[in-house]
């Protein structure tokens, strides 16, 4: 693991760069590690440095990890795809959801949030690429969905997310997620949180105005493939 803490701070002086270029405070910006695929190991190894959030994609490989490292006071995003058969333990072990796309789901996470942990974080997934998934609310309906989760007293809507198709150059990539801050200015309330950026288009997001980046590879290195949960 001796590359990782050379990445970790890698990672943590292009965000000052991306910041400083941007003319914002690099204290304004988040960094989400993006845990999937790795190990408890890894995870532990970077929270060691300093790292409280992380993000995650795959609930039992999530659930195998937090009870691994129970004893750390580390804060989990579920960032991945959100079915009806998960809201469940998403609402019940972490402390944001950035994928909530439809009023079903915020409904059930609203429903099945213990009330000791009070309201779960939510960012709408914003679909602004159509080809790209099925998942993310179409920009149009998204002010019908933000209504229906501000009416849910489980839940605290923060922000919008997105994961637009791929793009290359700094110029294309903010312009693609510059389109999220446009749609989050318009809900009134404004929603402060814009999920987005990631290892490929950090400096891009941030310049559109990000405020949490989720960052995989960048920290941790390639992911191998997705495997099944692993001890
Ligand atoms: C995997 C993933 C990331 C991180 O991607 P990298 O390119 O490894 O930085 C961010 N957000 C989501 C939703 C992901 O699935």
């Not at 789901?105 to 009330?115: D, F, M, T, V």
């Not at 402060?192 to 989720?214: C, F, I, N």
Request: hydrophobic share 45%; with cysteine.
């Amino acid at each position: 693991m001796a590359g990782l803490e050379a990445r970790v701070q890698a990672v943590q002086e292009r965000i000052r760069a991306a910041a400083l270029a941007a003319g914002r405070a690099p204290e304004s910006l988040t960094l989400i590690a993006v845990s999937k695929t790795q190990g408890a190991d890894a995870v532990a190894a970077v929270a060691a440095l300093g790292q409280r959030d992380f993000g995650e994609n795959y609930l039992q490989e999530a659930l195998d990890k937090q009870a691994a490292l129970a004893t750390l006071p580390l804060c989990w995003h579920f960032i991945g795809a959100l079915q009806s058969n998960k809201t469940r333990a998403v609402a019940e072990h972490f402390s944001w959801v950035h994928t909530v796309d439809r009023a079903k789901l915020a409904e059930r996470l609203s429903a099945q949030r213990p009330r000791a942990l009070g309201p779960l974080k939510v960012c709408l997934q914003v679909k602004l690429d159509p080809e790209e998934t099925k998942a993310g609310v179409a920009p149009e309906d998204l002010a019908a969905l933000a209504e229906v989760v501000r009416g849910c007293p489980g839940l605290e809507l923060l922000g919008l997310m997105a994961l637009p198709a791929p793009r290359t150059g700094f110029e294309a990539q903010r312009e693609s997620l510059a389109r999220l801050t446009t749609l989050a200015s318009a809900l009134p309330p404004a929603a402060p949180v814009l999920s987005m950026g990631m290892s490929d288009d950090l400096e891009a997001a941030v310049a559109a105005g990000a405020t949490h980046l989720r960052l995989g590879t960048a920290l941790f290195g390639p992911r191998a493939p997705k495997r099944e949960s692993t001890p």
